[in-house]
């Protein structure tokens, strides 16, 4: 099970009006992640990067029967509402809180926020999907009220299917967000500058 460990940079919460959430990828760090906000603009927003025990949120492919990632992916998941509500709690509010991840971090982000649909931020998720050997439609709720929400991966990739990318892609947008994808033919598991950039377009220039 995860204890929350929170690692932090950019701004203060209690003098930073957005907040950005940054989820690691298995075998990461959450001070490795926090180095991919360099990348973003996201000069004047608090960082915040909870770190996984063990370096790894759940223990199987995301691919696998929930049962299978229990009781990780549940502890994993009470985390990050664990994170929101404190941000909320410093007087940041929802709309103003945005998520980025790579990989399992993707995964979890977007698993996250679509059992917990709100208007945020926005959302970059760098090579993920929602999570299970299914689409488990009955785990998601709320609408996105228009958040965008940027998708990219690789195509194939050797840890997530494009299908299960494009079935994520498929649940998001009918529950409000405004979505966007991208796939990249041949590109191994990695973030890209194009991604980044993309990222920056799509949904951090939202950011004021």
């Not at 063990?54 to 691919?63: E, K």
């Not at 979505?179 to 990249?184: E, F, I, P, S």
């Amino acid at each position: 099970m995860h204890q929350k460990k929170i690692f932090t940079g950019g701004k203060k919460l209690s003098e930073a009006n957005q907040a950005l959430v940054l989820i690691h990828g298995r075998g990461g760090s959450a001070e490795d992640i926090l180095t991919l906000a360099d990348h973003l603009h996201v000069k004047d927003f608090a960082l915040v990067a909870p770190e996984a025990s063990g370096n790894t949120w759940y223990p199987h492919s995301f691919m696998a029967p929930p049962l299978q990632n229990e009781p990780w992916l549940s502890s994993a998941i009470a985390v990050l509402e664990e994170v929101v509500n404190d941000i909320v709690a410093e007087g940041i509010a929802r709309e103003h809180i945005f998520f980025t991840g790579f990989s399992q971090g993707a995964c979890l982000t977007l698993e996250f926020i679509t059992r917990n649909a709100a208007r945020y931020g926005g959302v970059a998720a760098f090579t993920g999907g929602l999570i299970g050997d299914r689409i488990y439609p009955e785990n998601y709720k709320g609408s996105f009220e228009q958040t965008p929400v940027f998708i990219a991966s690789g195509d194939p990739d050797m840890h997530v299917p494009v299908k299960r990318v494009e079935e994520t892609v498929a649940i998001v947008d009918s529950m409000g967000a405004k979505v966007t994808l991208k796939l990249y033919p041949g590109r191994p598991h990695t973030i890209g500058l194009d991604e980044l950039a993309l990222a920056n377009r799509v949904v951090f220039n939202t950011a004021s």
